[in-house]
């Protein structure tokens, strides 16, 4: 009787699993911030795939012959902007959930990528070749091809430069961009006033890693840099240009993120001898560790800021998990042959 339930259970789990699949390609399901998306090298090249942590099922989102990255939400939950070359060129790419086709964004003759959306969902920044140069741009975020739309240039500050800025990150307020720009071995790092068509110097790194974030309330941002011979987590303020190294250890610490409501920082960092995720305040104080099963790296906070996501490479390829923000409850949410990374949560 016992295994007849068990059996039942796992079956109602698989039918509701693929009704949920089902329900995403038929543009049915509502935003319920349980969904990531992330990059996964399981088809043999680069493609994004969307998952429901809630059931561990995945669906390969783009599907594409070329390579597909640097996925981003839209703030409402149902698009998903990202790059591809599977035309030859690097152009950006916009895919509803419920639809199979994605439309093209961008369409000129130049490599586009890094998307970044806009907090009102209207514009999408993004990294562009197109003029003598990498430079930050925008575009509205329904064009098609450029055919009835142009991207807007963000500033002019560095053109002529033949490396690719970072991925720009929006202030959440979507007045200013943040990004930095290779110079001399030193990371230039730029803020942007988006509709002002300026930017300003705020500090310089030997490190980007992983791209820039800003704090929920917009005053600072987070960064890795490399100081003294050591690599730490840091803040600069935007107003000020205050540096304040807030992971202050002799060994590893790097891929920061930010808590939704801001009042905590998960990282990285080997300080016990591998590297594992930590937690501590946002202003560098009560650090304690959250996991204790090796090679943890890249964690990212849920929207609601009760989940945690992670990569590990405990079999020797990059797998995802998930855990409560307190790190007690740990599960695996892939387990293949392949590499999966670069997550982002639906928001």
Known sequence: MTTFITRCTLMASVLFGLSLVLAIWLGTIRPSGSLIAFISQRTGN??????????????????????????????????IVFTSNRNGLSHLYVMELGKRNARQLTGSRSENMNPSWSPDGKRIAF???RANGWEMY????????????AAQPVSSQHSG??????????????????????ESQLYSIFVSDVFAFNSRLITETILIDPPLSWSPDGQRILLVSIRDNNQEIYTVDVAGWQLKNLSNNARYDGTPAW??????????????????????????????????????THPVWSSDGRWLTFESRQDGESDLYIMDAEGTVIHRLTDNDSNDYGVIWQP
């Open 138 to 149: 925008t575009i509205d975020s329904d064009c098609e091809a450029e055919i009835a739309c």
């Open 46 to 79: 680069n493609d994004i795939f969307v998952m429901d942590t809630l059931v561990r099922l995945s669906i390969n989102l783009t599907d594409s012959p070329g390579g597909d990255w640097s996925p981003d939400w839209s703030p409402d939950g149902k698009q």
């Open 127 to 129: 990294a562009s070749n």
């Open 161 to 182: 430069r033949s490396l690719m800025p970072t991925a720009p990150k929006w202030s959440p307020d979507g007045q200013q961009l943040a990004f930095a720009v290779l």
């Open 259 to 296: 808590s939704p409501d801001g009042k905590q920082i998960a990282f990285t960092s080997s300080r016990d001898g591998h590297a594992e995720i930590y937690l501590m305040e946002s202003f560098g104080a009560g650090i304690r560790q959250l996991t204790a099963v090796g090679t943890s």
